[in-house]
């Protein structure tokens, strides 16, 4: 069965920092590529970063260069996303998406359910 199972999220004062974790099962972990997107309230999904299977492509919105880094750990079959330097403007639902596009098989595509990042004072 294919889980993505987020987790992390929670309350942070702005100039804070949190680490999301993205735990992957069910499913061949380095054939996919994986994406952090986020929902801000009454927002649309927004791309934060994104990683590629091997981990060697690496894109990061504009907003959070510098302060967001991706990165993915094979034995753990986990995607991370260190978070530091937090903003308000950070809030949001973050979600973990893999994707995996092949001639024979087309696109595959799984979403976590996400974890709420809060940041305020």
């Known amino acids: 069965e294919v889980q993505l199972v987020e987790s992390g999220g929670g309350l942070v004062q702005p100039g804070g920092s949190l680490r999301l974790s993205c735990a992957a099962s069910?499913?061949?972990?380095?054939?996919?590529?994986f994406t952090w997107v986020r929902q801000a309230p009454g927002k649309g999904l927004e791309c934060v970063s994104y990683?590629?299977?091997?981990?060697?492509?690496?894109h990061y919105l504009e907003s959070v260069k510098g302060r967001f880094t991706i990165s993915r750990d094979s034995g753990e079959n986990t995607v991370f996303l260190q978070m530091t330097s937090l903003k308000p403007e950070d809030t949001a639902v973050y979600y973990c998406?893999?994707?995996?596009?092949?001639?024979?098989?087309?696109?595959?595509?799984?979403w976590g359910t996400g974890t709420l990042v809060t940041v305020s004072s």
């Open positions: 990683i590629s299977n091997s981990g060697g492509t690496i």
């Open positions: 998406n893999a994707q995996r596009h092949s001639l024979s098989d087309g696109v595959m595509d799984f």
């Open positions: 069910g499913f061949a972990f380095s054939s996919y590529s």
